[in-house]
């Protein structure tokens, strides 16, 4: 899963606490569709005077039917248009969404562990006691402070807990900008992805690294892709075998076109090679994240956020590993503004999808998260 994977599937999360109405609420009648469908949204978190926002930076995890996501929580603020509705001045919070039912429902919570990024890089420190990778709850979120630090936080208790911040190596990049995106391979052995800075220092280009001693050391593996005019970052990965990783990124030239690049290793991330354009066109406002998972009947699904009119999230699917995509999902197209996405999906026990995400539905609105749970139709 793009956010953090783990097994067969990864990443993955509050939920509101205002009555859902009768369109907030998912649909649950069985459906068996050929083609894909939407069964409906659902409104997670809202609330009047903050600002929800930007699951896709937090981490995704998933034990079964059991979901977790994390997303940012700031203080609602009239802005210009152009720019978050949101509150600057005051620090933003890092809370979860968790449901035990498949995405019916949802509770917000939020775990004291889980510092302001001011707090944590205050606090961090180093790891001196190996993690378990293994552990039935493990959960690992990876974030940075706009100064420079990044740190880390673990979980062994599906993130009711968190142990941390760690520091985290810049392994001799100018700086890293890290999001949530792992593999596990064993107790001690795990993969990460992250974006690091570019020579200039500006954001950015996509990296792996990898531990193989519980996280009290870290090695960068690869470089992915050459060094971008613009920016190439946040990337979402799957692995497709024991040797065979494919990651997708956000891209976006000097011009200001955007879309999404593939990219496939053949030898656990130590060489990359162009795996071709996923989604060409993101939209405006620098485009949007991937969100990359894979299904249980061998599928890839790749869900994202579109900033253009019509705005909204899409997603597209692929039968062959990523070498061809089917056409466009329109999974909503109903937002006033640019200011979404960043999504994480899950899949149910039942093939459905559930995908999380921020939105809006007015230009000066609060942020919220929403979720769409839908059918991929048969192959």
């Known amino acids: 899963m793009g956010a953090c994977l783990m097994g067969e599937s990864a990443p993955a999360l509050t939920a509101s606490e205002r009555t859902p109405t009768p369109t907030d609420r998912a649909v649950t009648t069985p459906v068996a569709m050929a083609s894909p469908s939407v069964l409906g949204h659902t409104v997670i978190f809202r609330e009047s005077d903050r600002f929800g926002g930007w699951p896709a930076n937090n981490g995704a995890w998933s034990w079964g039917d059991e979901f977790v996501f994390g997303f940012t929580v700031a203080w609602h603020q009239k802005q210009d248009v152009q720019r978050h509705q949101m509150d600057r001045s005051r620090p933003k919070e890092s809370w979860l969404a968790r449901s035990v039912d498949g995405g019916t429902s949802w509770t917000i919570e939020k775990p004291a562990t889980l510092l302001t990024a001011d707090e944590a890089v205050m606090q961090r420190k180093p790891l001196v006691v190996a993690l378990d990778f293994s552990q039935p709850g493990f959960a690992l979120t990876v974030r940075f402070h706009p100064s420079g630090p990044t740190y880390f936080y673990a979980s062994i208790d599906r993130g009711r807990n968190w142990a941390g911040p760690y520091d985290f190596p810049d392994l001799g990049t100018p700086g890293l900008r890290a999001r949530t995106d792992y593999i596990v391979h064993g107790p001690s052995e795990l993969t990460i992805f992250l974006t690091a800075e570019k020579s200039n220092e500006k954001e950015g280009r996509p990296i792996c690294a990898r531990t193989t001693d519980g996280g009290l050391t870290w090695r960068l593996l690869a470089q992915i892709g050459p060094e971008p005019a613009g920016f190439a970052i946040m990337p979402s990965t799957v692995q497709l075998d024991p040797q065979t990783f494919l990651t997708t ?49 061998g599928r890839l699904c790749l869900v994202y956020g579109y900033r253009s009119q019509p705005r909204g999230i899409r997603a597209r699917l692929s039968r062959d590993q990523g070498q061809t995509w089917g056409e466009e999902i329109v999974l909503r197209s109903d937002a006033t503004t640019h200011d979404l996405g960043y999504s994480r999906s899950f899949q149910r026990s039942d093939g459905r999808i559930v995908s999380v995400y921020y939105y809006n539905d007015g230009p000066h609105s609060e942020r919220f998260i929403a979720a769409t749970t839908w059918t991929p139709g048969r192959i």
């Open 249 to 297: 990124v956000r891209t976006q030239d000097n011009e200001s076109q955007t879309w999404i690049d593939a990219w496939i290793s053949k030898d656990r991330g130590v060489h990359w090679e162009y795996h071709g354009r996923p989604v060409p066109n993101t939209g405006t406002n620098n485009g949007n994240p991937p969100d990359l998972i894979s299904l249980r009947d």
